[in-house]
């Protein structure tokens, strides 16, 4: 748990461009593939839990969806979200590309605003980074703000597997102010990742 107040979200440095319209949508987007460990889902979960949080604060009607993938992509509710077990490689551009289906069908961007949040340990087959980096580049442009979030505790003897491919790495070319990273590796960090992305810094 973690202590903090609802006066804490409210960030006065708070710069994303928000729709004149007081619905928002939030995609959760999480890696489940067998390297993503429980503690690794811990923080993911923690990080999840202050997003939410925060922007339903900030609106009248939140929608939310709960997306897993390892080399598929599967829509979930809630506590399957936040429960369920790990399997099998990574191919992120099947999670991106069910967010872009969801978007396609349920929230028009001129109706909505969107808010697409992923967490992973960053690891994706090398030949995945191309689609990955075409598609997150698509929902960045129809998106309030995206965010990744890279979970690599020092412990993880897995961190160096797929360095070429790895998501920060491939990511940054994206950052601007629609698009952010963070890091965790301890619980320490999730506070520090979130007031990243919303903090103004």
Known sequence: EFSFHEKDLRYRHYKVHEKKTS??????????????????????RS???????????RYDQVDIVFLAHDTEAYEVNEEQF???G???GTMVSSGLSLVQEIIGKRFH????????????????????????????N????????????????ESDPHSSWFDDSKLSIVYKPLIDKKFRMSSMASKKDVWP?????????
């Open 23 to 44: 619905n928002a949508a939030i995609i959760f987007l999480m890696d489940i593939s067998g390297s993503m460990t429980k503690q690794k889902k811990f923080l993911a």
């Open 47 to 57: 990080f999840f839990f202050l997003l939410y949080h925060f922007i339903r604060s």
């Open 82 to 84: 936040f429960t369920r």
């Open 86 to 88: 790990n399997s099998g």
């Open 109 to 136: 961007p001129s109706a909505w605003n969107i808010y697409i949040f992923q967490c992973s340990d960053g690891d994706n087959f090398s030949m995945d980074t191309s689609k990955t980096l075409e598609i997150m």
């Open 138 to 153: 698509n929902l960045k442009v129809i998106s309030q703000l995206v965010g990744y979030c890279e979970i690599a505790p």
């Open 193 to 201: 990742a979130f007031s990243k992305f919303f903090g103004g810094k």
